[in-house]
């Protein structure tokens, strides 16, 4: 009885929604006309696209008084009146909020190649389109600082009198072969080397007007520059974080979203959307891979014989990264001597063969390391195939962590191994480094070129002054006979270069014969296939020379302007490759994940450059012959100089801010933030857990009572074909 009274109560609800319903359709229809957006209403001779557009219209017209009712100014109730100080404020928000809208439209109507990211994300998807935003915003970043330094290191620089401030002569370019200036043009030596390209030709003079102090300029700008980047890479971290965590929120629903969410309408062309299904495929396949790996619990021999292998293959990596360091170290050393024998010889009496040994040997460094470079990301991707890792995701993260590892280790070795050479110079009783020892210079030296007084600085400018057949030692403190900061720059400048002319000859030479070869033989098709646009891979190498770029900056400071050209010659090689000889990555990506895990190795990248430009600062004394710290002990002496004469409560605010009465408790304090962080973090995630297990059970709540009806339903039909 009681399942009969409530299915009558149900029916009766149902009989008159539907009255209700069919008396407000003939209400409208007998009051306004027939509707024309209801399929019955339709004539038969009418089309459906004359329609469409007035349903449009229509839809646009309902909007619209939303839209402006947003609009319009506010009103005061009955018996009040709206202050003026609400008008005011009422208008000033419209405009502003007016002004960004604009502002927002015209930049993105400007935006750097908004075209070409719109026809390879049509094309490839918003995997591939996501490393040429990456390279964008990275173009971006250079530009700010490239227009620090120009505001407030080149243009003032180009201000003095006479740019050429340095003390390392000039070359004599009369009786040069024109291959020379190609050599000088790769390795930053020879002309280039008196340019404003390197520090050692900046000025460490106050300009006037206005007591411009160089050294103080220059060191800021580097720390602005180091600052601005730091700033611009946790802004875009966290909003890549935030689309991430968005994209990958679905938790126990990752299958449901991938079902009815991986597909990207963004796609048109046909080969690139069969591609996204195979990609989509693999992706279940790769879920369910890791899923089953995962919870597979391997025996005790099976774990132990992958434990063993990885050891010995990280021993293996070690004594690669040792050998690798050792070689860069000795590449160094044989860079330097190059350097040194091409200064103190005649070019015009060598030949062809001898200036070629020493532009190579004088690259040895550089060429060192891009070979490593080459060599050592396929021997790591060999290794990780016998190290039994569990999922291929795995496997694939390993291999670019040692790449990254690798690329930027090489680096830091080749400055420290710059820094052990430099401190080897031998000091005078003032404690500045000497210039090394000039020989054969009393017979040889005209009396016009000789100095009255034989300081180091003196006997440097008479080494430069004397002819080239004479002959200056060559010892191991050769890089104290010239501009050490140069020196570094010009190593950092050849390794931009190099790696600039390998990526490009591999993606326009190489990529264009591999796919030439794969269309044309069948062997290369089957076994090896055309080749594919690796996102890791092409990202890695921005990477590595944003890296280039922070740790030159300081030496070189230029290096910017470089590697915005570099970029975008990067871009349109990467493009025309991309739409001619690439096809996509089938392996799944996620564009938001893997941004984000890119800017945090490039904030870790940044990072790692700190700690040679700081050990430069702290720790090197200045070359005496050039750049804007010279005749300083430490590069960091500008800052106490300038303190001196500041006001004196400035210098006693700046004293009381480097004390330990403000260290120690801004420290404490920032624990305890980052504690209360932590804690609010911890029980947001509870939070987030619980409002998860909420909706399941509230899903289930559903499926029961759905069940529930279903099951009345059939009993009401059951009682209703027996009556």
């Known amino acids: 009885r009681e399942q009969a009274s409530t299915a009558a109560t149900i029916r009766r609800r149902h009989t008159v929604h539907r009255q209700q319903s069919s008396r407000r359709v003939h209400a409208a229809g007998s009051g306004s006309g027939e509707r024309p957006d209801s399929p019955q209403y339709f004539d038969d001779e009418q089309d459906a696209e004359d329609v469409l557009p007035s349903m449009r219209s229509d839809r646009s017209n309902a909007l619209s008084p939303r839209r402006s009712m947003r609009r319009r100014p506010p009103r005061a109730g009955a018996g009040q009146q709206v202050s003026a100080y609400r008008q005011v404020k009422w208008h000033i928000g419209l405009r502003w909020k007016l002004l960004k809208e604009s502002t927002s439209n ?198 132990v014989k992958a434990y063993s292998r990885r050891v010995v293959v990280n021993i293996i990596i070690f004594l690669m990264w040792v050998g690798a360091g050792v070689s860069i170290y000795f590449a160094t050393e044989e860079s330097i001597k190059a350097n040194e024998e091409e200064r103190s010889t005649d070019q015009s009496q060598l030949g062809y063969t001898e200036t070629f040994s020493l532009f190579i040997r004088g690259l040895a460094a550089s060429l060192t390391i891009a070979a490593f470079d080459i060599i050592f990301p396929t021997v790591f991707q060999q290794l990780s195939l016998f190290e039994m890792w569990r999922t291929p995701r795995t496997e694939v993260r390993a291999t670019l962590l040692r790449t990254i590892a690798m690329r930027l280790s090489s680096l830091g070795v080749l400055m420290a191994s710059v820094f052990v050479v430099i401190q080897q110079c031998p000091a005078d009783e003032n404690g500045q480094l000497t210039m090394g020892s000039v020989t054969n210079t009393t017979t040889m030296m ?134 001619h000889n690439l096809k996509p990555s089938d392996r799944p990506y996620r564009a938001a994940r893997n941004s984000n895990i890119f800017r945090g190795l490039l904030l870790f990248t940044l990072f790692l450059c700190l700690i040679p430009i700081g050990y430069a600062i702290v720790r090197i004394q200045p070359s005496v012959q050039c750049g804007p710290f010279r005749g300083k002990n430490h590069i960091y002496d500008v800052i106490p100089e300038l303190l001196e004469m500041a006001p004196g409560w400035l210098d006693t605010l700046f004293t009381f801010l480097g004390s330990a009465g403000f260290l120690a408790p801004l420290f404490v304090l920032l624990l305890l933030v980052i504690y209360y962080y932590h804690a609010l973090t911890k029980a947001q995630k509870e939070n987030i857990k619980l409002l998860k297990d909420q909706l399941l059970l509230e899903g289930r709540d559903k499926q029961f009572l759905i069940g529930k009806v279903q099951r009345m339903q059939t009993a009401l039909a059951g009682m209703s074909g027996t009556g």
Not at 509 to 524: K, Q
Request: aromatic share 16%; glycine share 6%.
């Open 106 to 303: 015209f930049f993105y109507h400007l935006g750097l190649w908004r075209d070409t990211m719109k026809q390879v994300e049509g094309r490839f998807g918003t995997g591939v389109v996501s490393y040429f935003l990456f390279l964008r915003w990275l173009v971006f970043l250079d530009l700010l600082l490239t227009l620090l330094i120009f505001s407030f290191v080149f243009i003032p620089q180009l201000t003095t009198s006479n740019t050429k401030t340095s003390e390392l002569g000039v070359v004599n370019s009369t009786g040069r072969e024109w291959y020379s200036y190609i050599q000088e043009t790769i390795s930053g030596e020879g002309y280039l080397e008196d340019t404003t390209l390197f520090i050692g030709v900046y000025t460490n003079a106050t300009l006037e007007p206005g007591s411009y102090s160089m050294p103080y300029a220059y060191l800021m700008t580097v720390f602005s520059i180091f600052g601005v980047s730091l700033i611009l890479l946790v802004l875009s971290m966290s909003k890549a974080y935030r689309e991430s965590y968005s994209q990958d929120a679905g938790g126990q629903y990752s299958y449901s979203n991938k079902t009815f969410g991986a597909w990207e309408f963004a796609i048109t062309d046909e080969s690139t959307a069969r591609l996204k299904c195979i990609s989509i495929k693999k992706d279940f396949q790769e879920e369910l891979q890791n899923e089953k790996a995962l919870s597979e619990k391997w025996p005790f021999d099976k774990t």
């Open 446 to 579: 005209p009396t016009t070129m000789m100095p009255t007084t034989m300081t180091p600085t003196t006997m440097t400018e008479a080494a430069r002054r004397m002819p080239s057949t004479m002959n200056i030692s060559n010892s191991t403190q050769s890089p104290c006979q010239h501009c050490w900061e140069s020196f570094a720059g010009q190593e950092l400048y050849q390794l931009t270069i190099i790696d600039f002319f390998i990526i490009v000859f591999v993606t326009i030479f190489g990529e264009t014969i591999w796919r030439f070869s794969a269309d044309r033989w069948g062997l290369v098709k089957d076994n090896i296939g055309p080749p594919e646009f690796f996102i890791a891979k092409s990202v890695l190498e921005l990477l590595y020379a944003q890296a280039l770029l922070w740790l030159g900056v300081f030496f070189s400071p230029l290096i910017p302007v470089i590697c915005i050209i570099k970029f975008f010659i990067f871009f349109y090689c990467k493009k025309w490759s991309l739409l």
